[in-house]
């Protein structure tokens, strides 16, 4: 069993930033894949970035592309998202994911839902115009 809490969350006006932590507690957090994905009111959830184990493949969705940064620290058993220029779209519940059956070959991290199977609760990310 891998629990996953999410901090970080918060209201900002658009244009500032936030950092999403998510902490694992797990001793093999080093080879699990993990994501954040985001769900607003009426949508879907979606992925916004996930980071394979090693850290060196990415997955960004094009709405957050050059705006958010996936990160890692397999010390800590923390994944981050750094949040900058945030727009009020943004605004959703921001949830941490962790693929623990993770193809060590694989280079690309899952995008979709079903590929990861723990789940953090969310924090709250709200972007005021």
């Known amino acids: 069993q891998v629990q996953l809490v999410e901090s970080g969350g918060g209201l900002v006006q658009a244009g500032g930033s936030l950092r999403l932590s998510c902490a694992a507690s797990s001793r093999t957090f080093s080879r699990y894949g993990m994501g954040w994905f985001r769900q607003a009111p009426g949508r879907e959830r979606e992925c916004v970035a996930a980071?394979?184990?090693?850290?060196?493949?990415?997955y960004y969705a094009d709405s957050v592309k050059g705006r958010f940064t996936i990160s890692r620290d397999n010390a800590k058993n923390t994944v981050y998202l750094q949040m900058n220029s945030l727009k009020p779209e943004d605004t959703a519940v921001y949830h941490c994911?962790?693929?623990?059956?993770?193809?060590?070959?694989?280079?690309?991290?899952?995008?979709?839902?079903?590929?990861?199977?723990?789940w953090g609760q969310g924090t709250q990310v709200t972007v005021s115009s």
């Open positions: 994911a962790a693929d623990t059956d993770y193809d060590p070959m694989r280079v690309v991290p899952g995008t979709t839902t079903n590929e990861y199977d723990y």
């Open positions: 980071l394979s184990r090693t850290g060196s493949g990415t």
